[in-house]
Nanobody, 122 residues
Framework: QVQLVESGGGLVQTGGSLTLSCEAL????????MGWYRQAPGKLRDMVAL?????????KYEDSVKGRFTISRDLTKNTVYLQMTSLIPEDTAVYYC??????????????WGQGTQVTVSS
């Protein structure tokens, strides 16, 4: 019932910046948590940045991105953003939007976006 629509991926050089966005569409009673995971080929999917409590803006970051990535939100649009700066090749991965959504009809459910490729060269 909920779709996560991602945008903003691309190719940048080391030290560059990108901003990702993800909007949750559908009938949503409450977004419990929302954020970003990433997965490189042959590796596990890891949390990057997350509103563990979307409404209270409690933020969590993976250690390697602290100070470089910033997660933000727009409550009126059910949207999260990921501002990525000082990018390094190790950031190269498919980035997936994640949301845990409470729906009136089904209760809490987990959703994933389709993934957007971020590639950092050099």
């Amino acid at each position: 019932q909920v779709q996560l629509v991602e945008s903003g991926g691309g190719l940048v050089q080391t030290g560059g910046s990108l901003t990702l966005s993800c909007e949750a569409l559908g009938y949503i009673y409450k977004i419990e948590s929302m954020g970003w995971y990433r997965q490189a080929p042959g590796k596990l999917r890891d949390m990057v940045a997350l509103f563990s409590n979307y409404l209270d803006a409690d933020r969590k970051y993976e250690d390697s991105v602290k100070g470089r990535f910033t997660i933000s939100r727009d409550l009126t649009k059910n949207t999260v953003y990921l501002q990525m700066t000082s990018l390094i090749p190790e950031d190269t991965a498919v980035y997936y939007c994640y949301a845990n959504v409470f729906e009136f009809s089904t209760g809490s459910q987990t959703y994933w976006g389709q993934g957007t490729q971020v590639t950092v060269s050099s």
